[in-house]
């Protein structure tokens, strides 16, 4: 490549690789649901596969401090990578118009992104490009103001049910506790409250992880987990659905019609494949003798039951088999603690990075 080319089309590789992660930044950060910018998922894949061999020969309490840090660290990184992606594309701007050697230019694009000033170029078009970069780095700042924040709150409202439950159905969440602890301490026949409170949890969380997906990752105290916590509440609205002999509410269905489409729209955003539209015939990764079991633990603590288990059955798997997928397969990403009928059954995906990426791109809407 001749001097005079390299003049011309290094500045406008650098120029494009600024926008680029521009466009991640807001993407991830301002525009709400369907993004998934390559850059913010290099990041979190990179640090991931950064892990694994850790988390091979990590014991369960150190797998979960490992797997409790990455959200956080991944996200401090992320934002490195904008500012030194930032610095890096500037530098060619700096060589082409500045007149200066690549380190010299490397420097002023570094003073220039963090507004020290320590080092400037010459001529006037060269300043008038660290005008622009000190502008950039300004907004990245004011974006990770806002957006860290935003982040942690959404997190601590997501953990309130969460903690609610563990208390509620055990640590790690069985259907079959949740049923008998609310028996013994309030009664089935009137649980609208619950429903309602996690039909708008279901809501929250649907709206709140696909606008930031990083969210997922962020994990729940020792032994919890929002991803098991929501599936033992919908397995036990299923249950009081299809097996117990208690009233039928509107407010049940509603939570496990909003808790089905929470995770679908969760599992979007990370590819995971499931049927949109399971026949309540189609199979479920939990065995009739694990449902018999359940029963039989719930009538022997006097829970009242339907008489027709075998109805129940069907009844119950029919409600199942649309969340199934997607609660597996988000179990399988996320890696939550082992809880019965969700995270127990399922074998961590270990995605390779270039692979993933690629798919992520051919996916987002153009």
Do not use: K
Request: proline share 7%; hydrophobic share 50%.
């Amino acid at each position: 490549m001749s001097g005079a080319l390299a003049e011309v089309l290094l500045p406008l590789v650098g120029l494009w690789l600024v926008v680029a992660v521009l466009l991640s930044a807001v993407r991830t950060v301002v525009v709400p649901r369907g993004q998934r910018p390559l850059l913010t998922a290099a990041v979190f894949l990179a640090v991931r596969r950064s892990l694994d061999l850790r988390l091979r020969f990590a014991s369960a309490a150190r797998r979960e401090r490992l797997l409790g840090q990455y959200a956080p660290v991944a996200l401090v990184l992320l934002a490195g990578a904008w500012a030194v992606l930032v610095i890096i594309g500037f530098t060619p701007v700096y060589w082409s118009i500045g007149d200066l050697s690549w380190l010299e230019a490397l420097q002023v694009s570094g003073s220039s992104l963090t507004t020290l000033g320590f080092v400037s170029a010459e001529p006037s078009p060269a300043r008038l490009a660290e005008v622009l970069e000190a502008l950039i780095g300004l907004g990245l700042v004011g974006l990770l103001i806002s957006f860290l924040p935003t982040i942690y709150s959404a997190f601590s409202r997501r953990e309130v049910l969460v903690a609610q439950m563990a208390s509620r159905a055990g640590e790690p969440p069985a259907v079959a506790t949740f049923l008998i602890r609310q028996q013994r301490i309030r009664g089935l026949e009137d649980l609208s409250d619950t429903w309602a409170e996690w039909e708008d949890w279901f809501s929250e969380v649907e709206e709140t992880h696909t606008s930031y997906p990083s969210l997922v990752y962020f994990r729940s105290g020792e032994g919890r987990s929002w991803l098991t916590s929501a599936g033992a509440l919908l397995d036990s609205a299923a249950m009081l659905q299809s097996a117990v002999d208690v009233p039928r509410l509107p407010s049940t269905a509603l939570a496990i019609r909003a808790g089905f489409l929470c995770l679908r729209e969760v599992a979007d955003q990370f590819l995971i494949p499931y049927d949109p539209d399971p026949s309540p015939g189609d199979p479920v990764s939990v065995t009739r003798a694990e449902f018999d079991a359940c029963l039989a633990e719930l009538e022997a603590a006097g829970v009242p039951l339907v008489a027709d288990r075998e109805a129940a059955w069907r009844d119950w798997s029919g409600w199942r088999v649309n969340y199934d997928g997607p609660l597996l397969g988000l179990c399988s990403v996320v890696e939550p603690p082992p809880a019965p009928w969700s995270s127990d059954r399922v074998v961590p995906q270990r995605r390779r990075v270039l692979r993933t990426l690629w798919r992520l791109h051919r996916s987002v809407p153009r």
